[in-house]
């Protein structure tokens, strides 16, 4: 053979061979699933189980629940906690307790300090965080609202929430439930001398507007059909 025409046989070769890989098509290449949406938060009241309400404000008709001192988190505030994914938040305000005295504002005897200190518990009596309000009462200014329920002037209670604490506890999503118990109350009057109280059943502080902000948990698949 020539030459010249085994040249051209090579070259005839090549470029059947290049035009045989323009005309080769790809796979296509699979289209990326967009990733889930994010679930939005959701914040509700928790049911709750109030061991000691003091009643309704007469003025903001919020409930006030006392928190009792204990150690067993069953005799606490429970909060039942909805499903969900990931850590939540627990809020709550956090108040102190004045039994007012109309007779001691006038003289001007009123005056007492007040720390307030509770535990966020499992219910396992792991503990989650602690909660401190603290508070100085003079006057009936100093009071949040007066509680409804009982004997006195305008049938309110001798016992009113004073002082405010918002409190914010991060509650991890494997709890199904929380318990709120008293620790400790130091109370500082005119004579200054501090008085601590932690006997169990002692009301050392009062919550309220309890809310609970998560994301739900996803809705569980539908489950498989037997044949």
Known sequence: MRPAIRIGLVLLGLSATVAAAQTTKKPP?????????AVALTKLAPPLTCPAPLGIGVKTKISFCEILAGRDPE??????????RGPATLTFDLHNLQL???????AKRAY????????????DNT???RAVVQSEFRTAADLIDRVSGGAGPGGVKAV?????????????????????????????????????????GRPIAVISNVMFEYRPAPPKPPAKKTR
């Open 29 to 37: 290449v699979p289209a990326k699933k967009p990733p889930a949406p």
């Open 75 to 84: 005799g606490g505030v429970l909060i039942k906690l909805p499903s969900r």
């Open 100 to 106: 007012y005295s109309e007779e001691q504002v006038k």
């Open 112 to 123: 007492a300090k007040y720390t307030a200190t509770i535990g966020v518990l499992t219910m």
């Open 127 to 129: 503990l989650i965080s």
């Open 160 to 200: 009113a929430p004073t002082g405010v604490e918002s409190i914010v506890v991060t509650i991890p999503d494997t709890e199904e439930q929380v318990s709120l118990l008293g620790e400790k109350l130091v109370v500082e009057g005119m004579t200054g001398s501090p008085s601590t109280f932690t006997q169990a």
